[in-house]
């Protein structure tokens, strides 16, 4: 229901926010973006600055490095999900064990990426991300 | 003494880097071990420190030329020493998430540090041998040194 109105009023785009601690991984993931219906409104070097700027305008969806400066993506995570429950959080981790996958769906995560990754697998993990969203609507 | 497996986590994860970002798989050159005195460090490194079953640290090294070649792949045009710390950091990340993933709780594995351009920061434990594992890459050559006690 949130996403299909986001969609309405905001010209059929998305609100895309990266979060990431590493410059070359935020500005690939603009770069390699292809899915038209998502727009990138924020970038966010640790998730201190990634709340403040979801508070200012929250995103629809989020890619969300987990090991940052200042505060963690898992604790991020919790964070943005308490602003927004319906965000879409995409985790993009080098962190590659179940056990931190686990613990990022747990706390509102819906999706989990292993760095490094090819902007093939980028494209299908957020395709995948707002299928289910859209699944989740009609259901 | 540290076992092949080990070993091939660390190289492993060091491979997939440059397979899967630089969209160019790396070849592994002929491993050796240093007895005395310290390894290669190069003008970037990024450094994991290990304990638990393992102590020391995990440090991947590399060139600006190598580096800035690197970027190009990877389609940045901001060449600078910014994304090059950036850059080493991920690749010791890759390398600290694979460690993770394949030895779990034996291993408590550090956040990558990065350091450039002082390799005098660069500090493997003394009276350890350190296995180095050239990375051979177009014309380039990076090292991984594992240096565990």
Known sequence: MALAQTQAAGANKLKLMICDDSNIIRRKIERELKIDRLQVIATASNGRLAVEAFKKEPADVVTMDITMPEMDGIECVEKLVAIKPDVLILVISALADKATAIEALKKGANGFLCKPFTDRQLTEALEELLRGADHDDQG | ?149
């Open chain 2, 1 to 149: 003494m540290m076992t092949k497996v080990e070993l091939e986590t660390f190289v492993e994860g060091t491979t997939h880097y440059f397979e899967t970002a630089a969209h160019q798989p790396a070849s592994v050159g002929s491993p050796y071990i240093v007895h005395e005195g310290k390894p290669t460090v190069q003008e970037f490194t990024g450094v994991i420190s290990i304990a638990g079953k393992r102590r020391g640290i995990v440090y991947f090294t590399a060139s600006r030329p190598m580096l800035t070649v690197m970027l190009m792949r990877m389609g940045e045009t901001e060449l600078t020493q910014e994304n090059m710390v950036d850059l080493v950091g991920e690749v010791a990340n890759t390398i600290s998430g694979n460690a993770r993933r394949d030895f779990g709780k034996d291993f408590m594995i550090s956040i990558p540090t990065v350091v450039a351009g002082e390799p005098e920061k660069v500090a493997p434990p003394n009276n350890v041998r350190s296995f180095v594992i050239p990375i051979n890459w177009r014309s380039h050559s990076a090292q991984l040194v594992v240096c565990l006690e």
